[in-house]
């Protein structure tokens, strides 16, 4: 990727996939959209197929040439005549968008700043609650631009990044650092920012609140008299904070994650415990009708990044003292502050505003 990172792209060559039956494979369709969502398709200088069962086919010939054994992928050459292979559509699209010189921005938000009524915001939830994600995101962040942030903290977080950047924005992104989360989890993020590209901006606690409420209470007085109130000051008033600079944010929200306090997950609604910039704050929950089965087929197919926690039995995962692996069978939310009720289970980040959809 050094060539690429370093000089300018000359020649682009993208190897497609044909099945057997005569279709073009969906990842490549899918890689196909994401160049189009940056306005990069003009910069591909050439479409050759590898054609399924035809070892001889072009593209199947410069697979084995490079030691590439899926499609899509693409060839580029650099202003010295070097040639390299990247496999990922993600990382052509930010060596493309650097040799233009051109980084691709959030478009200016429309009407960003007028406030939606109650009438419009009911019929967008009516319309939204039965769009794909990607509609939803594509959506909020034409609606209001680098003024709607994706708030992460976990798997469906990164799929929402991945969602944003496939539609062709660079999505304002923030992530709560409570100061508790696991080692492998801050390595993450950087993991995503790098990947992605992207600034995440790590919102801290309040210093004078967190050291007056540590040198009263410790380290771990949660175990003792619950969750809320450490809660409140490394991760409510942060995240209170953080959208008071926003006009709308989006969560990973799903229905399914909890029977207990999400099973009623609007895809959009007016955010009653949070005050944006201009006062109403807007939520979105383009997940929210997405199984955990659905978000992690979404993570296979398409090389998104996500948690090594995941793989040692953790499924939701916040902070470290909190959060635990679980067993097949168990569900997600048993993992976090299990020693409290399943009512319990959530930390402020999420109070209930009105159930428009
Ligand atoms: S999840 Fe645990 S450690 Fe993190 S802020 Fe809440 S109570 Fe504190």
């Known amino acids: 990727m050094q060539a690429t990172q370093a000089t300018q792209l000359t020649h682009v060559t993208m190897v497609k996939k044909r099945l057997g039956n005569g279709d073009d494979c969906r990842k490549c ?40 054994a899926a499609a899509p992928f693409f060839v580029v050459r650099d202003d010295r005549g070097h040639e390299q292979v990247v496999e990922s559509t993600i990382k052509l699209v930010r060596s493309l968008a650097r040799s233009v010189e051109r980084v691709v921005e959030s478009p200016p938000p429309s009407a960003a700043d007028s406030p939606l009524t109650a009438v419009e915001l009911a019929e967008l939830a009516l319309k939204l609650a039965a769009s794909e994600p990607l509609d939803i ?21 990164v799929v929402l990044i991945d969602l944003a950047v496939r539609a ?34 790590l919102i801290s606690p309040d210093a004078r609140a967190l050291q007056a ?5 410790g380290l771990f007085s949660f175990y003792e008299d619950g969750h809320q109130e450490c809660c409140a000051v490394r991760k409510v008033e942060p995240l209170r904070r953080t959208l008071a600079g926003y006009h709308a944010w989006m969560t990973g929200q799903r229905k399914d994650q909890s029977p ?67 067993t097949p069978g168990q569900h997600e939310r048993e993992g976090r502050w299990w020693w409290e009720a399943a009512t319990q289970k959530e930390c402020g980040l999420h109070c209930v505003g009105p159930k428009l959809v």
């Open 260 to 326: 207990a306090t999400r099973a009623q997950v609007p895809v959009l609604q007016l955010d009653a415990g949070f005050t944006g910039k201009s006062g109403a704050l807007v939520k979105l929950n383009p997940l929210s009708h997405w199984s955990s089965a659905q978000v992690w087929k979404y993570i296979r197919d398409n090389d998104v990044p996500y948690n090594p926690l995941h793989e040692r039995g953790f499924v939701s995962i916040g902070c470290e003292p909190c959060t635990r692996a679980v």
């Open 137 to 157: 995101v594509r959506f909020a962040l034409e609606r209001w631009g680098s003024d709607c942030a994706i708030a992460w903290s976990g798997a469906e977080d």
């Open 29 to 68: 369709v899918q890689a196909e959209g994401v160049l189009r969502g940056h306005g990069l398709w003009e910069r591909i200088d050439r479409i050759v197929w590898a054609v399924e069962g035809e070892p001889h086919s072009e593209g199947m010939q410069l697979g084995a040439r490079f030691g590439v």
């Open 213 to 217: 409420f540590v040198r009263k209470k």
């Open 168 to 201: 062709g924005f660079t999505p304002s992104v923030f992530c709560l650092d409570t100061g508790r989360l696991h080692p492998e989890t801050y390595r993450f993020i950087d993991k995503v920012r790098t990947h992605y590209g992207l600034s995440i901006d």
